[in-house]
Every structure is written in C-alpha cells, then in structure tokens.
C-alpha cells in the first residue's frame, strides 16, 4: 500500500532523515520506533506533504504521491493524527471534525454517514459535541483528533505518538480503538514510545534512530533486538577501556 524508497529529508542544510526504506501492507498495523530526535515526526510530516523531500520517493497504492501537497494526499486517502494533537480550541466537537471533513464539505450525506460510522468508537464525540474543543480533557483531545483524520476517510492512518500525556488506562483504551479500526479495514503506521503498547497491537514494526532506519522485523522479533533495548534507554557506546585510570 504505501512504499517509501531511499527518502532523504533535511532542514536547511541538516539531513534529519537518511536514505529511509519501508514497506506497509494494506491491513497492517506498523509501528514505527525510536528516541527523542530520531526523525520519527520529520517522516510523518514527509507522508503527509506538510515537510518536502530532496531525494527519494514514496509511492501510495502503485502512485507516485512525493512532494504533493498536504491537500492532494489526503484525497488520495492518508490521514494524519499529528503530534500534540493540533485541534481548534476555540472551535466547537463538532466544527473541529467538521474540518476534518474539509475535502467532502459538499457532500452533506457521506459526511453524515461518517458520523454515523464514527460516534459508537469515539461515543465522546457525540456527547459533547458542543462543547469548546480547547475545553476537552487531555484524553478526549486525542480522540477528537483521531475522530477529525476519520472524516477525510483515510485508508492509511498516520499516528504520531498518540499516548502521549495519556495516563495508562486511556492509553489501553485508545489503543483498543485502533485495533477496532484496523479490523474495519484502516491501515495503521503509529509513531510510538510506549514500544509494548504499540508493538502489541503491531504486526511488525521500524526502528529509527539519528536519521537512519537501523531496524525492522515482526514485533516479537523486535522487542528481542538488542537495538531496541538500547533505544529504551540504554546507551550503546562502548566505554573507554581505560576511562578512569587518570584520576
Ligand atoms: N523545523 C525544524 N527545523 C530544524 N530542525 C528540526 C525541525 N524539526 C525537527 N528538527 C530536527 O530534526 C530531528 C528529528 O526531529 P523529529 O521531530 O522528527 O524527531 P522525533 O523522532 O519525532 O522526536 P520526538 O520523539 O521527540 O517527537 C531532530 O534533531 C530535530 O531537532
Ligand atoms: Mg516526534
């Protein structure tokens, strides 16, 4: 569904991301992993058009979509959950999904049935559809923002760290919402710290780090990999073997 091939992004004259690889197929839930700074959001903004691309490409169901506009990639399906959420607080629930809907906005009845199709997964949604976004709670926030990629009517849906600021319980609930949504149909690339969360839900899974995609296999293969452990916080440099004798 979505291939990525030797993508190079950089800000000025900084490379953030080297020659990055991979693969998702349609029906997948794909985690992709890494430490602060590793280039996990500069890649999602990349998917969605927001950042452009100096070398590589990405192809969406056989289509070359690189460096097309934010606009021209949700209509071809690929919705983005982006970090910190980004919802209108001043807008109501409901004018904030409405946005989300922007493309269909004449299409009255579809974004109706959307609705419809969303509100018994996000039921806050609909309870509080009136009440001023920047009102919600931190939780309700996150599942307005996932509800708001819905109404574009995403086949592939991006999430960048979707746990974030969430306590445990809300986390296992919002992850319980993706696995309903994946066997809707939705496919799902999630950028994740919470690497159990994530990697349970997750077929396989992308280990990024400085930039570069330094591992990838099924996500039992994974949370055995040496490199995973030290990307969760252990520290891979080797010491100087005679680091202390000068003092
Ligand atoms: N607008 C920007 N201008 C310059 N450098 C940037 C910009 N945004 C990000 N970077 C740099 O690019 C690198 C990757 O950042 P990115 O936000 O993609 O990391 P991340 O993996 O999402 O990290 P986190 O887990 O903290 O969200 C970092 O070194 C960051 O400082
Ligand atoms: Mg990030």
Redesign the pocket.
Known sequence: MLKIKKLTVQ??P?P??YEISLEIKQGEIVSLL????????????TLSGILKTTEGRILFEGEDITNLNPHQIVSKGIGHVP?GRHIFPTLSVTDNLMMGAYLHRNEKREIKKQLERIYPLLPVLKERAHQRAGTLSGGEQQMLSIGRAMMGRPKLLLL??PSLGLAPRLMDEVFAIFRKLNERGLTLFI?E?EIHLSLSISGRGYL?R??RMIKEGSASALLESRELMISLGGDDRQPEKDETSLS
């Open positions: 800000y000025g900084l953030a991301l890494g430490p602060n700074g590793a280039g996990k959001t500069t890649l999602l903004l970090q960048d760290e950028v710290q990024l400085n930039g």
